[in-house]
């Protein structure tokens, strides 16, 4: 009852202002009036009676002030008010505001950016039901969660812990729903995996325990949404329809939930088969192969009341009955558990290093607080002289510093609102970003209500941190003294915290524009160097016959075939074959090889590891690896034919001490097989690390050492469009359910450029937030300078000082800062390139354009910050400043 | 409404207030007079505290105004207690009653009966 009278209260108060005073005017009126009456009857003419009613009344306004208090409501009104001097204040300084909310805005973007992939990867569990019951299992030993298939039957069958296990592999696979093959990737998953996972379909049924008999017994298919989605548009007709798995039928059953697309967080598959079809996705069969692990994930919900260390210890009891019965193919069987979501082999990296960031970005959040914090300071400096005579007319202090608090706040919530803005932007980007064009990899980044809130709480505190850098100089303003003698304060001659501080964002930002600098030098330089191979003018086909239908020598002849449809295509110089990965490939094969004597083939004894490829003869000329000496291969180095292999320089060198003496000479490989070395070509880059140290590498010839997998390396000067439509076609005429991953070989490097490419554009991202923050920081010191001494710069220009001479005054002191903390950050930049060198390949600090580049940033940098303050340093007249004070 | 009436205790004004009213809705400055005249003109209010005192009551929501017409034929804004005031008046004045007793009987106090 009594808050509804005062809501209304209130409300009238607020919404019916004019009509409130007006009656209150009234009342006032009527009270005066009624007096009078009194007074008149008493014997008074009446105007003497008004006039007596009046002055006994007493001050009329006063009277309005108190009753307009006492409605209440002041506090939001007092609000408003405040918002709007602030508004009037700020607009009145768009500099200020304008770096203020830029500042702001870019700490707190950078601030919901990191928290949204933190919060998205790390903190929200997965979307499923009871997330938090449900676990990885892992082995103890190498925090790894591959297990093999027999040893998961017996953990699933033997536990007493667990409501269901199921396991779940990722896999590739030809998908056929009509118009040829392409490529898919997707889940092979145990029949209970969405029973365990509580999952209902979105549409149609899933797969359950019971549909599985024994291996490919159950040809069956259930898609993801977004596949179901972007592939058939939606159709619901879609469920009973068979498509084209490898060449094998799989019924579709159904269709998963839009918000769940597997357990790992990053990779967005299509589909999901059940496991007991291995065989048909993957080619070959693991299901018996006890010793093999590759099933990538365990996963189940551990029962309620059992804790975590019940559910690993009756793990551990089942997997050391395991190692008794299997002594032979298991080993080490202990067991840990692991929330699901980012791959728990990089779930501990991926956690440092967003923590790790978060840090960052709060500290970037703080110093760009600190910075504002200067600037509010100089803001207060100019308004010593109206603060002084607000308090002098009656205000008083806890007034002034609501409004000062009332700007500050004001500024950070303008800035968060736009950090927020394009912080989210950035999130989306992020979201549907796909690093690696041949993975379907991404970082599902949505943010979410927690982002928002956790970025509005930010712009809310840092307002009140650097709202509240200047309270003290404003408590202590004294309104008699400063308008008796003005703001005479001596600008201050010692080393501030403040000082020290910014010469630290200034060296930190050095630091960062000279690494990226370099960083970019390198990534620019690394495209041109020595790599062994020469990525130009070259397109891949990635193929896999098996995946066709094709199997035994069958596989051989059809890459035969698509090397000769190939090399019939007009504008094609060469055409090679690469078993599974060319070099610079995000995969490698490593493999342990043996000097000839060694008898004894065990790993400890290997002469060295190296990387090894079969190749078909052309390959050479096709990948533009130089022949150094001795032979390449031809298409009588097969089976029957004696063995042999083409090593790099490294390899000679390391094998066999020189290149004369490796042609002819043999060595061994794990098998024992004894090779014989018959040419010698140039070294390379193998891996996707350009910046990788030298490495042996050994080519064999693919009719001796086959694969399945192979890549076809097409050298051609045609335009990769073109030469793409026409590779596409033959392979039709060849095989129309042939599925083929085209692209060229510089955009598939794009996996070794990666890292670099990382660390260039993390380091670019941070030394523009350094810039940032370096900016206001000076723009900060030199406009309190300015503000402080600009009387004393008025007498100095009245006394007839140089426009230059009351430049250095002005901003000496910021500027001697910036050039200290450039060239120290230059130095250091030009250390910690050295580190730089591991990621980035011929990254080198010793460059004139990287000097010069830091040097300009730097003065660029100097020149905007003091821009406004010089303006302001040149325009001061002596005379009004004079007559001011 | 002469400088030496009695100064009324802080806080009692609302009290007063409430009692005038209570005896039947007034405005503000027959207010004034009833407080002076149930007192015996002894407790007299300053003109300029009254206003501020009854819009904080009507916050309150203890009292309610209404326009009319006054005895002498001027529009005034009358007061009159809602349930709330009523029930508060009844509060003050058992709290005053117990309070004025307790210092009376304080102040009454003798030596010997200590």
Not at chain 1, 257 to 265: K, N, S
Not at chain 1, 336 to 359: E, H, K, N
Not at chain 1, 666 to 682: A, D, L, P, S
């Amino acid at each position: 009852m009594k808050f509804v009278a005062y809501l209304h209260s209130v409300a009238s108060k607020l919404l019916r202002r004019s009509e409130t005073a007006a009656e209150l005017e009234q009342e006032l009126r009527s009270h005066i009036a009624l007096r009078a009456d009194d007074m008149e009857r008493s014997g008074l003419s009446r105007d003497q009676a008004e006039r007596r009613a009046r002055i006994e009344f007493g001050a009329q306004e006063k009277v309005k002030e108190e009753c307009h208090e006492a409605l209440g409501g002041n506090l939001i009104e007092g609000l408003i008010h405040d918002v709007h001097i602030s508004l009037r204040t700020l607009r009145k300084s768009p500099g200020f505001t304008t770096a203020a909310v830029l500042t702001l805005a870019v700490a707190i973007g950078a601030n919901a950016v990191v928290f949204g992939a933190l919060n998205a990867l790390i903190l929200r569990p997965l979307n499923v039901p009871q997330p938090h019951s449900l676990y990885v299992v892992g082995r103890a030993n190498d925090n790894f969660g591959y297990e093999s298939y027999p040893n998961y039957l017996d953990l699933r069958d033997r536990n007493r812990s667990f409501d269901g296990l199921a396991v779940n592999n990722f896999a590739e696979a030809a998908l056929d729903s009509g118009d040829g093959p392409s490529r898919a990737w997707g889940y092979e998953a145990s029949g209970n995996f969405f029973d365990v996972m509580q999952l209902q379909p979105y549409l149609g049924r899933f797969f359950h325990a019971s549909d599985e008999h024994g291996p490919n017994s159950a040809p069956y298919i259930v898609l993801t949404f977004a596949y179901w989605h972007n592939h058939f548009k939606d159709d619901r007709g879609v469920v009973g329809r068979t498509i084209q798995l490898n060449k094998h039928p799989f019924t579709i059953l159904g269709v998963a939930p839009p918000e769940f697309r597997g357990t790992f967080i990053a990779f967005s598959g299509d589909f999901f088969v059940p496991i007991v079809n291995q065989e048909q996705v993957d080619g070959e069969s693991f299901l018996n192969v006890r010793g093999r692990r590759w099933v990538s994930e365990v996963i189940g919900h551990v029962k309620p009341g059992v804790t975590t260390a019940q559910a690993i210890a009756d793990l551990n009891s089942i997997g050391a009955e395991i190692e008794k019965s299997y002594p032979k193919d298991v080993s080490q069987m202990t067991f840990g558990l692991s929330r699901p979501g980012v791959a728990d082999v990089f779930g501990g990296a991926v956690r440092a290093f967003l923590t790790a960031l978060m840090l960052l970005a709060g500290l970037i959040l703080l110093a760009a607080c600190a910075n504002l914090g200067s600037l509010f300071a100089a803001r207060a400096a100019d308004r010593s002289r109206e603060v002084a005579l607000r308090m002098a007319l009656g205000s008083s202090r806890r007034r002034i510093l609501r409004t000062l608090f009332t700007e500050a706040i004001l500024i950070s919530l303008l800035g968060g609102a736009l950090g927020l803005w394009g912080g989210v932007m950035l999130l989306r980007a992020l979201n549907v970003w796909r690093p690696f064009p041949e993975f379907p990899i991404n970082v599902p980044v949505n943010p979410d209500a927690n982002v928002y809130v956790v970025a509005l709480l930010l712009s809310l505190v840092s307002g009140f941190i650097f709202g509240a850098v200047p309270v003290r100089q404003v408590l202590r303003t004294n309104p008699y003294e400063l308008i008796k003698q003005g703001s005479n304060v001596r600008a201050g001659r010692q080393i501030t915290g403040r000082d020290l501080l910014l010469a630290a964002q200034i060296t930190i930002c050095a630091v960062l524009i000279t690494s990226s600098l370099v960083a970019v030098r390198g990534l620019a330089r690394s495209l041109r160097s020595n790599l062994g191979v020469d990525p130009r003018n070259a397109m891949l086909v990635d193929t896999d016959p098996s995946r066709a239908g094709y199997g035994g020598d069958g596989i051989a002849t059809m890459q035969k075939r698509m090397m000769d449809a190939m090399a019939e295509i007009p504008g094609v110089t060469s055409v090679g074959l690469v078993g599974q990965y060319p070099p610079l490939h995000m995969g490698w094969n490593n493999t342990k090889v043996y000097t000839d004597q060694t008898a004894d083939l065990r790993p400890a004894n290997a002469a060295t590891e190296v990387v090894n490829y079969s190749v078909s003869p052309e390959y050479f000329q096709a990948a533009g690896t130089a022949l150094l000496s001795g032979r390449i291969f031809t298409w009588h180095d097969d089976k029957e034919a004696p063995r042999v292999a083409i090593v790099n320089r490294e390899f000679a060198h390391r094998i066999f001490g020189s290149e004369a003496s490796a042609i002819g000479s043999f060595y061994k490989i794990r098998n024992g097989t004894r090779i014989q070395v018959v040419g010698i070509v140039q070294d390379g880059k193998y891996t996707a690390n350009l910046a990788e140290d030298p490495q042996a590498a050994m080519f064999l010839p693919i009719l001796q050492s086959p694969s399945n997998e192979a890549c076809l390396v097409i050298r051609s000067s045609l335009d990769p469009q073109q030469l793409g439509g026409a590779i596409r076609a033959k392979l039709r005429d060849l095989d129309s359910g042939m599925p083929a991953f085209i692209q060229t070989w510089t955009s598939e490097m794009n996996g070794a450029m990666f890292a670099p490419r990382m660390a260039a554009l993390s380091l670019g991202v941070l030394g523009l937030l350094g810039a940032m923050l370096s900016i206001t920081g000076i723009f900060g010191m030199a406009a309190y300078s300015v503000s402080k001494r600009l009387r004393e710069l008025g007498i100095r220009v009245a006394l007839g000082a140089q426009r230059w001479e009351v430049l250095q005054a002005a901003l000496g002191s910021a500027l001697k800062l910036l050039a200290l903390g450039s060239a120290v950050g230059l130095i250091l930049g030009i250390l910690a390139s050295r580190v730089l060198a591991y990621i980035v390949y011929q990254a080198t600090s010793r460059d004139p354009f990287v000097l010069a580049g830091v040097v300009l940033a730097m003065a660029v940098m100097g020149l905007i910050a003091t821009w406004l303050p010089a303006r302001r340093a040149l325009a001061i007249d002596p005379l009004s400043l004079l007559r001011e004070d | 409404m002469v400088a030496d009436s009695a100064q009324i205790l802080p806080g009692t004004l609302d009290l007063l207030i409430l009692k005038a009213v209570s005896l039947g809705p007034l405005h503000g400055y027959g207010i004034l007079l009833r407080i002076g005249q149930i007192s015996g003109q002894a407790l007299l209010i300053e003109q300029g505290a009254l206003y501020p005192a009854l819009f904080r009551l009507v916050r309150q929501g203890l009292l309610k105004a209404s326009w009319g017409t006054s005895e002498n034929n001027r529009r005034a804004k009358f007061y009159e207690l809602t349930a709330a005031g009523r029930k508060r008046l009844r509060e003050e004045v058992e709290d005053w009653n117990r309070l004025a007793t307790a210092i009376g009987s304080a102040l009454a106090a003798q030596p010997e009966e200590v």
